[in-house]
Nanobody, 119 residues
């Protein structure tokens, strides 16, 4: 089973920046989209940003203009550049890959990386 390996989380002050990385441990075929989700304590997991196989991107309204998602098609890696971070961005961030299969989509998830924004 392919694992998604995340890195780049940490603690920063408000206004700071972090860059999250997600690299698969093996090859994932027929990738449809690569996404970043986050889950804050006591809240549901929510989609932060996504990028599809054609390069189209989507962002949650709360992060649009501050976060940038990108991918490396050679490595099948996905990145999340987070700028002007706010305390409300504090959460565990999860990498996600959706791949097409004949019986329906297959989902891959990373283990999560903590992002804490605090003064």
């Amino acid at each position: 089973q392919v694992q998604l390996v995340e890195s780049g989380g940490g603690e920063v002050q408000p206004g700071g920046s972090l860059r999250l990385s997600c690299v698969p441990s093996g090859t994932i075929y027929n990738i449809v989209s690569m996404n970043w989700y986050r889950q804050a304590p006591g809240k549901q997991r929510e989609l932060v940003a996504g990028i599809n196989h054609a390069g189209g991107v989507t962002y949650d309204d709360a992060v649009r203009g501050r976060f940038t998602i990108s991918r490396d098609n050679v490595k099948d890696a996905v990145y999340l550049q987070m700028d002007n971070l706010k305390p409300a961005d504090t959460a565990v961030y999860f990498c996600n890959v959706a791949a097409a299969r004949g019986t329906g989509p297959e989902w891959f998830w990373g283990q999560g990386t903590q992002v804490t924004v605090s003064s």
